[in-house]
């Protein structure tokens, strides 16, 4: 199927630094989308970017979160400062219409 | 916001039977179910899904049934075999509100025992 990248695959940092993950999403796909997901627990929603603009964001994205897909170059999600419970998986998804989604293998952050 | 119910959260069942996962949601918007399939440290990879036009669909052994007035979506999987084997996700989304995000049940981790 459809191949969504993310890089790096994990990641550690300490607490109070900037992470910025990537996402290259499938080619002529317009929605991009964020998810957490803790261990053991399911996928939880955090925005969705189409046309340049976040569409809709959840409470777990916090003021410290930001995303943009400069030039359609990657899809980025920046974490600064980061925090302790930021700790988790982070998976990209992407879209060709905004409803079927392939999700990326994931990027594993560690914020210690 | 939508809330996606999942169970059974832990299912056993023996190779050659079928497998039954149940959700339920509660925003009648919600237009899209579709089911992922994780493996241990892996990406969720969708199997099947089906959209609120449809209340049956099949692929191979995977069945999904949809009741959209008792808001109640089903996989089935018949003839379990060990490679069933991982954690299934349930989701619903509402297509067309220039979101489509995925709101996704606690998932159910199915065994499929030789």
């Known amino acids: 199927g459809p191949k969504v990248l993310q890089i790096p695959s994990h990641q550690i940092i300490d607490m109070g630094q900037m992470v910025t993950l990537n996402c290259d999403p499938v080619?002529?796909?317009?929605?991009f989308y964020w998810y957490k997901q803790i261990l053991g627990q399911q996928m939880e929603f955090l925005v969705n970017f189409y046309n340049g603009k976040v569409m809709e964001k959840s409470k777990l994205f916090k003021d410290q979160f930001s995303v943009e897909r400069p030039d359609g170059s990657y899809f980025t999600l920046k974490i600064q400062p980061t925090a302790l419970e930021d700790s988790a998986v982070y998976f990209c998804a992407s879209s060709f219409q905004g409803d079927t989604q392939y999700f990326g293998p994931g990027t594993r952050l560690l914020v210690l | 916001g939508e809330q996606v119910e999942q169970l059974p959260s832990i299912l056993r069942v023996q190779e050659g039977s079928s497998a039954s996962i149940n959700c339920s949601y509660e925003d009648s918007a919600s237009n899209y179910f579709p089911w992922y399939k994780q493996e241990p440290g892996e990406n969720p990879k969708l199997i099947i899904d089906i959209r609120s036009n449809m209340e049956r669909k099949q692929i191979q052994e995977l069945i999904v049934l949809l009741d959209k007035k008792a808001k109640r979506f089903s996989l089935h999987i018949t003839d379990t075999q060990p490679g069933d084997s991982a954690m299934y996700f349930c989701a619903a989304s509402a297509t067309g509100a220039n979101t489509g995000k995925l709101t996704f049940g606690h998932g159910t981790i199915l065994r499929v025992h030789p």
């Open positions: 080619s002529n796909h317009l929605y």
